[in-house]
């Protein structure tokens, strides 16, 4: 019976011990850089989608604006939740662009006008990546901590599958 405990209690810490050292192999403690940015946020072109996240127009939107971005070198996909859905049959608002200027009749502009910004790069894989509400708590504490107030509004920028950037624009 001491046995079976035994190795039962050895696996265990087998199991353990290579979870928390993929975790980390994967990025999962790699620590959110803050940083305060004093210039206007990037202005951005892309598409709005207001629906339900298992809507194929919502696939169609990234699809179109991901086609752009091939045909942009050097731009990068943003995204900004305006209304996040709570359940897959919940309604979203959610900008989808490009830092490119685009013409079409799809396209809409976002220009921001605030002078600065608070820039949160965080490098893991999608796998271990800290969610959205735990940067922007991150970002929130940081902004209080710097008596700075922020604009409530949070932009993704996906600059590969392992790295993202949360852009929040301070009020003036």
């Known amino acids: 019976m001491n046995n ?3 190795i039962a209690m050895l696996v265990a810490v087998v199991i353990i011990t290579g979870s928390y050292i993929l975790f ?3 990025g999962g403690d790699n620590p959110v850089e803050i940083s ?3 210039k206007n946020p990037e202005s951005l072109t892309g598409i709005y989608y207001i629906g339900t996240p298992q809507d194929e127009k919502l696939k169609k939107a990234f699809e179109e604006v ?3 971005k091939s045909l942009h070198p050097g731009t990068y996909l943003h995204t900004i939740y305006e209304v996040e859905p709570a359940g897959k049959l919940d309604t979203m608002r959610v900008f989808i662009g490009l830092n490119q200027a685009l013409s079409g009749e799809n396209f809409e502009s976002r220009i921001f006008q605030e002078k600065q910004y ?3 790069k965080i490098q893991s894989s999608s796998w271990v ?3 959205p509400e735990k940067v922007k708590e991150q970002l929130l504490s940081f902004a209080d901590s710097a008596k700075l107030t922020l604009s ?3 932009i993704d920028k996906i600059i590969t599958d ?3 950037h949360v852009i929040a624009p301070v009020k003036d």
């Open 162 to 164: 392992n790295e993202v």
């Open 118 to 120: 608070l820039l949160a």
């Open 152 to 154: 409530g509004v949070f």
């Open 129 to 131: 990546m800290p969610g």
């Open 4 to 6: 079976k405990l035994g």
């Open 24 to 26: 980390n192999k994967l």
């Open 66 to 68: 991901e086609t752009q």
């Open 36 to 38: 305060l940015i004093k």
